[in-house]
């Protein structure tokens, strides 16, 4: 099932390229806000599924395309992103040490929402294509054998950043936390309908130009150690999302008037915009095409606006 919020965030179900509102079926749910209905749904699914199917069938359908999609989780109360947990197509001699950093709840958007990036001297601004995994049940200190059973779903995650901001010292906060820097959707789509989260093609478009494209089976660490090692230091709650990393090669710079595009196999297309006030711009390279190039500096150079080197 293919669950979303659209519109006024009224609850529905994807059914072909039709939405059937639900959300009468759910109202029962204690709830004060989107956010904990969704949560609550989640906690409580095997006790809902089959009205919800059922709705679905016989509901009347809106285009989707008529719609305005909002995030299927509106406000999660953790979101756990890994860090460096990919083998990079092989360019790692080793798995890095499992490591993880925390991302605001409220920077989350949707399908057709922007990210906005601000007035502040970061080096590059990125988004990273990432499989986010939901959680269905309380996990604490859950084996690795057990984890699955944990998962709720699955949904498209783009994980923001704003690199190289000073000081050294104060990293992933300000760099990962900014308002806007968590787009998810279009769905949230439930564990039954994809096969092997761990064979997933990810691709992601920057003006319709691939630049990502790897598969979650080059991860380093797989889902099932994530869910056992992030549950062992806090309880993941229904509805937490954990992003499982990215593969940075193919990472880019996001500039004003960019769209962005990230496809995960049975997830829907999430679609994003970019908004720079300041209108900066940055050399199109690709982090290993900027490599492969045996140019200077970790990250592609901006090349005009404020902050920019010869400004």
């Known amino acids: 099932m293919k669950l979303l919020y659209f519109d006024d965030f009224k609850l529905g179900v994807l059914r072909g ?18 956010h904990d209905l969704i949560n609550g ?15 679905a069938e016989a509901g009347s359908g809106i285009p989707i395309a008529e719609v305005r999609i909002r995030p ?12 460096v947990n990919y083998m ?13 950093f925390h991302k605001a709840s409220n920077t989350v958007i949707g399908h057709g929402d922007s990210m906005l990036l601000t007035d502040i001297p970061a080096a590059i601004f990125e988004g990273e294509a990432e499989l986010g995994l939901v959680i269905g049940k309380r996990a604490s200190h859950v084996s690795a054998a057990e984890s699955m059973d944990y998962i709720f779903g ?15 010292s104060n990293v992933f906060f300000q760099a990962k936390s900014r308002d806007t820097f968590a787009p998810i959707g279009p769905y949230l789509v439930t564990a039954d309908e994809i096969e092997d989260p761990q064979n997933l093609a990810v691709k992601l478009w920057v003006n ?12 380093a660490h797989k889902i099932p150690r994530l869910v056992e090692w992030l549950s062992s230091i806090h309880d993941l709650e229904p509805g937490d999302i954990i992003a499982s990393g990215t593969n940075h ?12 595009e990230l496809e995960i196999e049975g997830m829907g297309r999430l679609k994003i915009n970019i ?12 982090r290993s095409e900027h490599t492969e190039k045996g140019l200077e500096g970790r990250f592609t150079p901006q090349l005009t606006g404020k902050y920019a080197p010869e400004s």
């Open 88 to 100: 990079e197509d092989g360019t790692l001699p080793a798995p890095a040490p499992i490591n993880a």
């Open 275 to 286: 908004r720079d006030e300041l209108e900066r711009t940055w050399s199109r390279d690709t």
């Open 208 to 219: 319709g130009v691939l630049k990502q494209n790897f598969n979650t089976n080059d991860m």
């Open 72 to 83: 299927p989780l509106p406000k999660p109360g953790n979101i756990d992103c890994m860090a």
């Open 249 to 260: 090669r193919g990472l880019n710079a996001f500039q004003d008037g960019d769209v962005i």
């Open 154 to 168: 699955y949904v498209n995650f783009i994980d923001g950043s704003a690199r190289g901001l000073p000081p050294d």
């Open 17 to 34: 390229n039709e939405v059937v509102d639900v959300t009468s079926q759910v109202q029962d749910i204690p709830h004060v806000g989107p």
């Open 41 to 55: 749904l989640i906690e409580r699914f095997d006790d809902y599924r089959g009205k919800l199917e059922e709705a």
